[in-house]
Nanobody, 120 residues
Framework: QVQLVESGGGLVQAGDSLRLSCAAS????????MGWFRQAPGKEREFVAA????????YYADSVKGRFTISRDNAKNLVDLQMNRLKPEDTAVYYC?????????????WGQGTQVTVSS
């Protein structure tokens, strides 16, 4: 059984920071990649960030590079997304995902999502 549970979403102002956490259980944490995606109203879900199993490789969308940091704690089965200098366009439902596949944008397990709202 694979379970991914996100937490940490909320309402913040532009320029603020927020930290999302994803608690993984089952086979999810032996996944090749763990990632974060987001979906804004009326838009398709988009890739935000990913991290390899070892944590040695990280990947970011251009829109968040330099502002967001993904990290993982394998001992605690946690994957975090630190979001700094938030912008109104970061408003979306954020999803944690796990991949047993070989590409960091291809995922087969998903969490339920957590809402992030950034006011201007």
């Amino acid at each position: 059984q694979v379970q991914l549970v996100e937490s940490g979403g909320g309402l913040v102002q532009a320029g603020d920071s927020l930290r999302l956490s994803c608690a993984a259980s089952g086979r999810a944490f032996s996944a090749n990649f763990m990632g974060w995606f987001r979906q804004a109203p009326g838009k398709e879900r988009e890739f935000v960030a990913a991290i390899s199993w070892s944590g040695g490789s990280t990947y970011y969308a251009d829109s968040v590079k330099g502002r967001f940091t993904i990290s993982r704690d394998n001992a605690k089965n946690l994957v975090d997304l630190q979001m700094n200098r938030l912008k109104p366009e970061d408003t979306a439902v954020y999803y944690c995902a796990a991949s047993s596949r070989s590409w960091y944008k291809d995922y087969n397990y998903w969490g339920q999502g957590t809402q992030v709202t950034v006011s201007s």
